[in-house]
């Protein structure tokens, strides 16, 4: 079992540090969110119960960001969580994701998802009611650009792309609706939100049929939940009984830190004492 710490609304002159910290405390990796803009009025329904909607929060551009923590880390992995790829084009995301996976040493992993503002795609000039089945088409243009590295004909449709890292960049697709563990099933991993044990089990075992449907099984396949109660070592084997490869812990934001040095003691409790106790629990 892995474990991996949100930093979701972490103030963007913490985010070097924490991760820092997160290493250094035994994190597997560390996650980040993405957002361009908040448009002042926004009606779409926000799907995460377990972290309060703060639109005025910072939300740093996550490709930056994430250069800046493997530049200061030596191990620690990093993901987004999600990565809203139908607002972008896919030659962009593939150069920007493949250029951090080579000046990180292979620690980056692609978490992509379709997203869930519709204002924020309209402030964006793209379209909202499309953006699954633009999502398709882009996640396999992505992963044609990352991987043409792997083969001796660069060339993907009419165009080269270089840098481009020596391994696969690893996809993870997020969300729970029946195209999205569709869309996981084609690629490297899926990422689960905080749910209870029945509901966890159910999309789980559609998981399942939509791998056994693109014919294949979950190994070597990344499947990431928050845990739906407090992080013990149980909670840990049940989430691991079940399949789940990492855990991923809240973020500081969700458990009330309000400082710096509040978000900092947080990461720092949870991975000398929760998560070294798990870690020690299965040796």
């Not at 083969?151 to 729970?176: K, L, T, Y």
């Not at 812990?249 to 798990?278: C, H, I, M, N, S």
């Amino acid at each position: 079992m892995k474990f991996w710490q949100a930093l979701i609304y972490v103030p963007t002159d913490e985010l070097v540090d924490l991760a820092r910290l997160a290493e250094e405390v035994g994190f597997e990796g560390v996650i980040l969110p993405d957002h361009v803009v908040f448009p002042e009025n926004v009606e779409s329904r926000y799907p995460y119960a377990d972290v309060p909607y703060n639109p005025k929060a910072p939300f740093a551009d996550c490709v930056a960001a994430i250069g800046a923590m493997a530049a200061a880390t030596t191990k620690l992995r990093l993901a987004t969580y999600v990565y809203v790829l139908p607002m972008r084009d896919p030659y962009s995301v593939a150069k920007a994701f493949g250029t951090l996976s080579i000046l990180s040493g292979g620690r980056v992993a692609l978490g992509a998802g379709v997203g869930w503002l519709a204002e924020e795609y309209r402030t964006l000039g793209a379209d909202f009611g499309t953006r699954g089945r633009r999502m398709d088409d882009m996640l396999a243009t992505v992963r044609d650009l990352l991987d043409s590295g792997l083969h001796d004909d660069p060339v993907v449709g009419p165009v080269h792309m270089r840098p481009v890292p020596a391994e696969p960049v690893p996809i993870w697709i997020g969300g729970h609706s029946d195209a999205a563990l569709a869309r996981a099933a084609r690629h490297d991993g899926w990422l689960g939100l905080r749910y209870d044990a029945d509901e966890l089990t159910g999309h789980l075992e559609r998981l399942d049929r939509a791998l056994r449907a693109a014919g294949r099984a979950r190994t070597g396949f990344e499947i990431m939940a928050v845990p739906g109660a407090d992080l013990t070592p149980a909670v840990a084997h049940d989430l691991e009984a079940l399949g789940v490869t990492s855990i991923l812990t809240p973020p500081p934001a969700a458990a009330g830190a309000r400082t710096a040095a509040d978000r900092a003691a947080l990461v720092r409790r949870v991975g000398t004492e929760v998560v070294a106790d798990l870690q020690d629990d299965r040796s």
